[in-house]
């Protein structure tokens, strides 16, 4: 048993190499994604139980509370952080009632050469 968990857990790490993905990386990104999502889990775990049991003892309201403290603290940064963004997005220097971001023109080129598959002028 021990062995077949290790050989998978090898030939997952292998196959992250193959598709040509840093191992690292992706390994971190799931590490972070499970410490973000374990506090959510416990707590929402323990809202259920306490529902269904009818009564919430001092142990689980202890650990309701820190479990909501954690999550704040986790995901009010990023929330921030995110909606500053947001907002930077509308902002309008000019006066003109549409956002600079919408009126800059695109970053990448625009492709000006017409093949003749894409030519609905071109005779067939």
């Known amino acids: 048993m021990k062995y077949k968990i290790i050989n998978r857990l ?5 196959a992250i190499r193959v598709a040509n993905i840093h191992p ?4 971190a990104t799931r590490a972070l994604v499970l410490i973000m999502i374990v506090p959510i889990l416990v707590v929402v775990g323990l ?18 509370t820190v479990g909501i403290n954690i ?3 986790i995901f009010i940064p ?17 006066g003109n009632g549409i956002p600079d971001k919408l009126e800059e023109p695109p970053k990448t080129p625009i492709n000006t050469i017409i093949n003749e598959r894409s030519d609905y002028n071109a005779p067939r």
């Not at 809202?47 to 309701?64: E, M, P, Q, R």
């Not at 990023?78 to 000019?94: E, K, N, Q």
């Open 24 to 27: 690292t990386g992706v390994l």
């Open 71 to 73: 999550i704040d603290h």
């Open 78 to 94: 990023s929330v921030l952080t995110a909606l500053v963004g947001f907002l930077a997005l509308w902002i309008d220097r000019d």
């Open 10 to 14: 090898k030939s997952a790490y292998s």
């Open 47 to 64: 809202f259920v139980i306490a529902t269904a049991y009818g009564f919430i003892s001092d142990d689980t309201n202890k650990l309701i």
